[in-house]
């Protein structure tokens, strides 16, 4: 969408022999100029937010009930990695997809 909007979306439809056999509810989606990190949305906080955030939000959550494993991507930075790796240590938490690049560092 090239500029931001609340738009309709046309749900899925599926068709067998000329007639709709299913169809998903219709939505509305949300276009924005610039994601936002803020109000604790962990997936785009984990994928996008700067290190402080991913902190400050891992430092609040139950981290027994997120996925930790969207951080995975972004384990080649060092210092979030660093980071990440002494909180979980701190609560004796062990994800592998977070240690695997621990060689990298």
């Known amino acids: 969408l090239p500029t931001p909007c609340n738009a309709s979306v046309f749900p899925a439809t599926v068709v067998q022999d000329g007639n709709i056999v299913a169809r998903a509810v219709p939505a509305t989606v949300t276009a924005v100029e610039t994601l936002s990190t ?3 949305d962990w997936p785009l906080v984990a994928t996008r937010g700067t290190v402080q955030q991913v902190m400050d939000y891992l430092s609040k959550a ?3 009930a997120i996925d930790l494993t969207l951080l995975e991507s972004r384990m080649s ?3 979030l990695f660093v980071e990440v790796v002494d909180l979980l240590d701190a609560r004796g938490i062990y994800c592998r997809e977070i240690w695997r ?3 990298m560092h």
Request: net charge negative; proline share 0%.
């Open 101 to 103: 690049h621990a060689l």
């Open 77 to 79: 930075d060092k210092s």
């Open 62 to 64: 139950n981290v027994f």
């Open 38 to 40: 803020e109000g604790g």
